[in-house]
C-alpha cells in the first residue's frame, strides 16, 4: 500500500483536494442558497436538495466543460503549433504525429508496450488517440450537463416571474448561457497561455513541469539532454 501511494502521489493528492473543495462548495452553496430562500420568504432546502438542484449541477459542470476543453485544445495543439524554448513543447521541426518508430508502434513497439501498440488498424488508431478523445469526450458530456442544468435554472427564474419557458435550444442562444461559457474559457486560455510563455523564462527546481534551473532560455527540456 505505502508503495501504491508513493507511485501514485500526485494522482491521489489532486484527487483528495478534488473532493474536498466540492464537498466545500457543496456546504458553502447550500448556505448561500438557503439565505437566498429565506430572504424571498421561501423554506430551506436540505443539503441533498441542493445538491441534486440544476442550480449546483450548472456550477459544477461550468467549470468541468472549461478545464476539460482546455486541455483537449492543449493536447491536440502540442501535435501540430511549438513553442520555441518552451517544456511544454516539442522542439521545432518535431511537429505533426510522428513516426512508428518515434512512437513505438507496430515492429518498433518494446516487449512491456501496451497490446493495442502492436496490433494496426482500428485499435491502434483508438490507443493513438485515446487521450484526447477522453478529454473530449468529458468536455462534451459536461457542456452539455450544463447546458442543461442552465436551461432548468432559467425556466424556473422565469416561472417565478411569470415569463413562458425555453426551449433547451432557445436557451444555447441566451447571453446567460454564453456568459457563463465564455468567463471559464477565457480564464483557462489565459492560464495554459502563461504557463507555456512562462516556463521559457522562468524555472522551478525539481518540478516535471520546468526546464533544469541552468538550461538556457531558448533550449527545451528535450533538447537539453
Known amino acids: 500500500m505505502s508503495r501504491f501511494v508513493k507511485d501514485a502521489g500526485l494522482s491521489l493528492f489532486f484527487l483528495a483536494i478534488f473532493v474536498l473543495a466540492l464537498v466545500g462548495q457543496a456546504f458553502a452553496g447550500h448556505a448561500q442558497n438557503n439565505e437566498e430562500l429565506l430572504r424571498h420568504g421561501q423554506p430551506p432546502e436540505s443539503m441533498w436538495q441542493f445538491v441534486t438542484s440544476s442550480e449546483f449541477a450548472v456550477d459544477v459542470a461550468e467549470n468541468w466543460q472549461s478545464e476539460f476543453f482546455q486541455f483537449?485544445?492543449?493536447?491536440?495543439?502540442?501535435?501540430?503549433?511549438?513553442?520555441?524554448?518552451?517544456?511544454?513543447?516539442?522542439?521545432?521541426?518535431?511537429?505533426?504525429?510522428?513516426?512508428?518508430?518515434?512512437?513505438?508502434?507496430?515492429?518498433?513497439?518494446?516487449?512491456?508496450s501496451p497490446a493495442w501498440a502492436k496490433v494496426e488498424g482500428a485499435r491502434r488508431w483508438l490507443l493513438s488517440n485515446s487521450l484526447l478523445l477522453v478529454m473530449g469526450a468529458v468536455f462534451v458530456f459536461s457542456w452539455l450537463a450544463q447546458s442543461l442544468a442552465g436551461a432548468a435554472v432559467a425556466n424556473e427564474e422565469a416561472m417565478q416571474h411569470g415569463e413562458p419557458p425555453m426551449t433547451w435550444l432557445a436557451y444555447l442562444g441566451t447571453a446567460d448561457f454564453w456568459n457563463r461559457t465564455l468567463q471559464n474559457w477565457q480564464s483557462e486560455f489565459l492560464?495554459?497561455?502563461?504557463?507555456?510563455?512562462?516556463?521559457?523564462?522562468?524555472?522551478?527546481?525539481?518540478?516535471?513541469?520546468?526546464?533544469?534551473?541552468?538550461?538556457?532560455?531558448?533550449?527545451?527540456?528535450?533538447?537539453?539532454?
Not at 81 to 99: A, I, R, T, W, Y
Open 72 to 112: 483537449f485544445l492543449f493536447i491536440l495543439m502540442t501535435v501540430w503549433l511549438v513553442q520555441h524554448g518552451s517544456p511544454e513543447s516539442k522542439k521545432p521541426g518535431d511537429e505533426g504525429l510522428g513516426s512508428d518508430a518515434d512512437q513505438l508502434l507496430g515492429p518498433h513497439a518494446r516487449p512491456d
Open 191 to 225: 492560464a495554459v497561455g502563461c504557463m507555456v510563455a512562462f516556463s521559457i523564462y522562468l524555472r522551478q527546481r525539481g518540478s516535471a513541469e520546468s526546464k533544469p534551473v541552468g538550461t538556457p532560455h531558448h533550449v527545451s527540456s528535450e533538447e537539453s539532454q
